[in-house]
């Protein structure tokens, strides 16, 4: 054992020596070197693309190193699959999610573990196991619940107790907080901290810098796979490491908006509306404005994008598009020129196994299709032009699952680019982006607005919303409890508008 355990955890020595990585000829990593310390937070970042999700991938036994060596408590290692990885004591929540939905919530954390499956003694056994690692974790989900209709944000604790349960030395976060609200980031950032003082070792790969500094000791950059540095998280800024990762520095993250014009025509109108998780919501977007739905994760901000898009069943109340209504169907919808990217991209929006091209133009078939024949030109110039706006380099005729994670989030907003005629709205549309990709997706949001669309993008990123929007609306318990513009329009009164007491605030 390297270090001395102070507390419990069996410790772990994790380290790369010159480990390379192709795809079909393609070279994804090189020559990297790395070594986890126990009792660590080491963090990864990079672009999107630039390896973090491979490396993390050759250590927890997903992919097999193409050169150099993986060692383990000074011994050379190679795992077949991510159970003999799992044996050793090397846990992952993965930036894609992987759990049963049909299974509760503690079935999908205790998943594999429980000999005797969900037998009586196993339930009574695996729900009291359950309870300590809630208890652990703070995260607040009930044992019985079924994972399959829960939230990303829901999911996203479901994996992060189930490595935890695992009882991991090595455990690797990828992206762990990207769909999560403020209050369970915090509750993570705490585990984070909890299992570094227990001894247990934490990859830690994210798109957040703050986070980044906040928790690692330690961060590795990396540029399309390579090493850039590895220093301790004491001696970067955000500023170095966004540049260590572009290899330039950044200018303002947020463009210029263009002025919105209040006597603009209204262009989507929003009239008591009541949906599942919706109850009596108005509200109106004009041509050339960037509306921003704020609010706290499970408020019902995605609840009304889908009952405005058709997604979900419309109760009550009208939508309606250059003041003509829109039928509740996502078909009749979309023929009035509304768009929904939507939140969940696995399970809302990407055919993985499907050409990115195929994806890109996917519900863009009518242009490029005539009479059930697709024009192949015309669909080749349609994605490529559409994917160099989003920055997605590369052949597009691979499958979407080769792509980075981040990059599979620019597919589908660009595909969403290409529908939108009237109506654009955008659930996170930067989730999971790195730095400098999130500046072109808030250009190309900013030049929809600018052409005349009406914009509503849902951000739980209070400082994305407040640099894109023109007007604030704040939702809370699927309703609009304020709004704010202008110098109102602070981040202050936004939060305040969010958490209130629904009883003695002063809602507009
Ligand atoms: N299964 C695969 N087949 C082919 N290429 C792949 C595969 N997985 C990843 N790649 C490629 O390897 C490169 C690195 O991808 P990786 O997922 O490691 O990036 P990342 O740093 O995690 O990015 P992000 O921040 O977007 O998650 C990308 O160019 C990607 O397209
Ligand atoms: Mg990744």
Redesign the pocket.
Known sequence: MPHSASVGAPQLLVELRGVGKT??G?S?LSGIHLRLEPGSVHALV??????????SKIISGVYSADSGTLLIDDEEASFSSPREALDRGIATIA?ELALVPELSVAENVFLGREPRRFGFIGRRRLKRDYLEIARRTGFDLPADAIVGGMRTADQQKVEIMRALARGASLIIM??PTAALSAHDTELLHGVVRQLAAEGHTVLL?S?FLSEVLELADTVTI?RD?SLIRTRAAAEETEASLIEGMLGRSLGSVFPEKPEADARGEVVLSVRDLVAPGVYGVSFDVRAGEIVGLAGLVGAGRSEIAHAIFGAAPRNAGTVAVDGVEAPSSIAGTLKRGIFLLPESRKDQGLVLGRPIRDNVTLSNMDEVAIGGWVFANAERRASRSMLNRVTVA?DDR?PV???????QQKVLFGRALQRARRVLIADEPTR?V?VGSRRAIYDLIVEQAAQGLGVLVISSDVEEVLGLAHRVLVVRGGTIVGEFEGDAMTEENIITAAFADPITNGSV
């Open positions: 795809f079909g393609l994804v990079g672009e999107n693309g630039a390896g973090k999700s491979t490396l930036q990828d992206e790969i798109h990396l796979g590369g691979r699952s080769a792509l980075s994670g981040g990059n999971g790195d």
